[in-house]
């Protein structure tokens, strides 16, 4: 797999697909990674714990399984 990734940056293989793809993430807003897109409108910014993962899917109509529940002490409310 090494040679494979050595051929492909030294031909530049894949440079109209890698920036197709920054100018794409450019365009929806993207300014750190990681970034994690929600139906095409909802963004969750950086290295973030799992309530912000519950609460933007809760938000999408997507409520956590029955008997699952955040860790005590956790508000899961969406604001915005």
């Known amino acids: 797999h090494g040679e494979a990734l050595r051929q492909a940056l030294a031909t530049r293989e894949y440079r109209d697909l ?3 793809q920054i100018v794409l993430a450019q365009q ?7 970034t994690f897109i929600f139906n ?11 309530p912000a993962f519950q609460r933007m899917m809760e938000h999408l109509g997507f409520p ?3 008997g699952a529940g955040p860790p005590a002490g956790v508000s899961l409310t969406f604001e915005g």
């Open 40 to 50: 095409e409108q909802y963004a969750i910014v950086g290295a973030q714990a799992y």
């Open 28 to 34: 929806v807003g993207v300014t750190a990674v990681p």
């Open 18 to 20: 890698v920036d197709e």
């Open 64 to 66: 956590p399984p029955a």
